[in-house]
């Protein structure tokens, strides 16, 4: 199975798409206490129309953000060129892979698949399909909220391990 993936952490992979990172702390980017509320239903930040333009631009989703209890958004817009490293996109099955320190959601134009979209644990891999068969000029709005932990006494900060846009075909 012909495979290209591209590292969404390379600026020059990410011109292939169009893609740049954005990023804002907060469960609720820009509200007070960062959004934390009791019994808060929902954020905003996770879907695709959600304006995250005033947000920091991303060169680097490897860099630590915080220390202790807290919360950030990552968001990028990826649009499909016709190919990928001399790879056609037409047909491809399409995935984003990340890995998010400790705990992540991965919301994919405003829609998490409950099943495989949260990352369970600490620094966990996930591989989220984002089409069956991928066409040329599609977009995808992915929105990936990091928590740090453990909740009870996080260390550390906030970032992303890696986050690859990959392309399979399979073989007929």
């Known amino acids: 199975m012909p495979r290209v993936a591209l590292d969404l952490n390379n600026a020059s992979d990410r011109a292939q798409v169009k893609g740049q990172w954005r990023v804002a702390p907060g469960l609720v980017p820009g509200e007070p206490n960062e959004g934390l509320t009791a019994r808060l239903l929902s954020t905003p930040a996770r ?3 959600y304006d995250d333009s005033g947000w ?5 989703i490897r860099q630590s953000l915080s ?13 499909l060129p016709e190919t990928v490293n001399g790879m056609p996109v037409a047909g491809a099955r399409l995935w984003f892979e990340t890995n998010a ?4 959601e991965v919301w994919v134009n405003g829609e998490m698949d409950r ?6 644990g600490l620094n966990a891999p996930q591989r989220v399909e984002l089409a069956t068969t991928a066409e040329p000029g599609a977009t995808y709005v992915i929105a990936v909220l990091c928590a740090n932990g453990p909740l009870a006494e996080p260390r550390g900060g906030i970032f992303l391990r890696y986050a690859y846009l990959s392309f399979e075909v399979t073989d007929n």
Do not use: K
């Open 56 to 60: 920091e631009v991303c060169d680097n």
């Open 47 to 49: 879907l695709a129309d």
């Open 115 to 120: 099943n495989t979209g949260s990352i369970p």
């Open 67 to 79: 220390v202790g209890f807290t919360f950030a958004w990552y968001r990028i817009a990826v649009e």
């Open 101 to 104: 320190d400790n705990y992540g």
